[in-house]
């Protein structure tokens, strides 16, 4: 057996080597990583300039080390780069998010996004070098075509993509977190199996020369923090 693995109760266990740092250097590694987290924003105005398959594949790599219930990692992320393809989803997603805003939305909704300025037409799902749809496993199929449960997917999946949207930050690349409702032509427009359902979908690239976000103020620690 290898030097620093064990079995525990029948499940093969490796151990766990932690970094430790002293005070100080938690402190300021812990306010740079905010600092530098505190600048991510949003944008609906990406460039089309190419980025490296390869960027797109370590920040899902990285989103893949979030923990999962029994660790059973109920998530796909479906890379997608193919204009056609880009264009489906566009023309789906502006149908639903049309009838969203014109009907769907109650007026309490709407107006809480007017500071926003955001409407149904989504260039940006075109535009984007690469989206990133992902996707929750509500169960695992086997090859048999039994079925295997998953656990607390909905949470799992959540933590994956704040991982993922870190990673993408780290990289130097914008995101948007976009959620047309329904987002059932997701499936059908990828021809995901019955167990997968949509969760997230996410452009992926660079921002445009000329892109301007709305100036907001992230809540106070002491809004948001409670210390007993």
Same mark, same amino acid.
């Given at each position: 057996?290898?030097?620093?693995?064990?079995?525990?109760?029948?499940?093969?266990? @490796?151990?766990?080597?932690?970094?430790?740092?002293?005070?100080?250097?938690?402190?300021?590694?812990?306010?740079?990583?905010?600092?530098?987290?505190?600048?991510?924003?949003?944008?609906?105005?990406?460039? +089309?300039?190419? @980025?490296?398959?390869?960027?797109? %594949?370590?920040?899902?790599?990285?989103?893949?080390?979030?923990?999962?219930?029994?660790?059973?990692?109920?998530?796909?992320?479906?890379?997608? &780069?193919?204009?056609?393809?880009?264009?489906?989803?566009?023309?789906?997603?502006?149908?639903?998010?049309?009838?969203?805003?014109?009907?769907?939305?109650?007026?309490?909704?709407?107006? +809480?996004?007017?500071?926003?300025?955001?409407?149904?037409?989504?260039?940006?799902? %075109?535009?984007?070098?690469?989206?990133?749809?992902?996707?929750?496993?509500?169960?695992?199929?086997?090859?048999?075509?039994?079925?295997?449960?998953?656990?607390?997917?909905?949470?799992?999946?959540?933590?994956?993509?704040?991982?993922?949207?870190?990673?993408?930050?780290?990289?130097?690349?914008?995101?948007?977190?976009?959620?047309? &409702?329904?987002?059932?032509?997701?499936?059908?427009?990828?021809?995901?199996?019955?167990? %997968?359902?949509?969760?997230?979908?996410?452009?992926?690239?660079?921002?445009? +020369? %000329?892109?301007?976000?709305? *100036?907001?103020?992230?809540?106070?620690?002491? *809004?948001?923090? @409670?210390?007993?």
């Amino acid at each position: 057996m290898d030097k620093g693995k064990k079995i525990i109760n029948g499940f093969p266990f @490796v151990h766990y080597q932690q970094k430790v740092f002293r005070e100080d250097e938690m402190l300021q590694r812990s306010d740079a990583f905010y600092q530098y987290m505190n600048q991510r924003r949003s944008i609906r105005d990406f460039s +089309d300039k190419p @980025v490296p398959l390869s960027v797109i %594949e370590n920040v899902i790599r990285t989103a893949s080390t979030a923990p999962s219930g029994a660790h059973k990692q109920p998530w796909t992320f479906c890379i997608v &780069s193919d204009p056609s393809i880009k264009k489906q989803i566009r023309e789906a997603a502006e149908k639903e998010e049309y009838e969203s805003y014109t009907s769907r939305m109650s007026e309490e909704w709407l107006n +809480d996004l007017k500071h926003l300025q955001t409407n149904w037409h989504k260039p940006f799902l %075109e535009t984007a070098p690469y989206l990133i749809v992902v996707f929750k496993k509500a169960y695992d199929l086997l090859r048999d075509g039994s079925k295997k449960n998953n656990y607390y997917v909905n949470e799992s999946a959540g933590l994956a993509c704040g991982f993922l949207l870190a990673a993408i930050h780290h990289a130097g690349l914008c995101a948007l977190t976009h959620t047309p &409702s329904p987002m059932n032509f997701l499936s059908k427009i990828l021809n995901r199996p019955e167990n %997968e359902r949509p969760f997230l979908l996410i452009p992926v690239g660079f921002a445009a +020369d %000329e892109t301007y976000v709305p *100036e907001l103020r992230r809540k106070d620690l002491r *809004e948001i923090a @409670v210390h007993y």
